[in-house]
């Protein structure tokens, strides 16, 4: 085997991009810290065609030297926007007809591996803060908790993990 070239593994510029039929995915980050972590989401959702990512509460927007270093300019090509309050957010989206989501460990979650999507259904799908999660009061709002199970010793994977596999996951359901 041989690895491929850059040049060899035909990917849209992004004109192409923003012109592309996205995946009914939107990634709601609540309140992250993380510069680096708020990168590597851009990341994952040009990798996935994302609908758009919201950046709610504490968490930083682009341009910022930190969050372009793990994004490699995946905030050109995916739709963000800014929003204050996740709470004001999510009853907006739902209002909008959309499937919310918090990736959370709660009462009566639906494990991952058990979540069934609909067809013509867009999500939006809420990742919280590295240290305390998804905001109580946005988990008590969305429709459905879905908790990635976890075997080790850990309580949690980091937040640019858990969107990376929760993408991944809904990704290949929606793509079937």
């Known amino acids: 085997m041989r690895k491929l070239k850059n040049s060899e593994l035909e990917r849209l510029n992004v004109p192409e991009f ?5 995946t009914p995915l939107i990634i709601v980050l609540d309140n992250i810290r993380s510069l ?19 950046l709610c509460g504490i ?11 793990t994004a490699l300019g995946a905030t050109e090509s995916v739709a963000w926007e800014y929003v204050e309050n ?32 609909k067809t013509n259904q867009t999500y939006a799908i809420v990742f919280g803060n590295e240290v305390k999660g998804v905001k109580q ?3 008590s709002m969305v429709d459905e908790v879905v908790e990635i199970p976890q075997f080790g010793t850990k309580h949690s994977l980091n937040i640019s993990v858990s969107t990376g596999v ?10 079937v």
Request: hydrophobic share 45%; net charge positive.
């Open 18 to 22: 923003k012109q592309a039929k996205k």
């Open 86 to 117: 996740t709470e004001a957010l999510i009853a907006k989206l739902k209002q909008e007809g959309i499937y919310t989501i918090a990736v959370e460990q709660a009462e009566n979650a639906t494990l991952l591996q058990n979540f069934s999507v």
């Open 137 to 139: 009061k946005v988990v």
């Open 36 to 54: 680096n972590n708020i990168g590597s989401v851009f990341r994952t959702a040009d990798a996935f065609l994302i609908k758009k990512i919201y």
């Open 166 to 175: 929760v993408v991944w996951d809904l990704f290949c359901k929606l793509s």
């Open 59 to 69: 968490t930083a927007t682009p341009p910022h030297k930190d969050i372009h270093k």
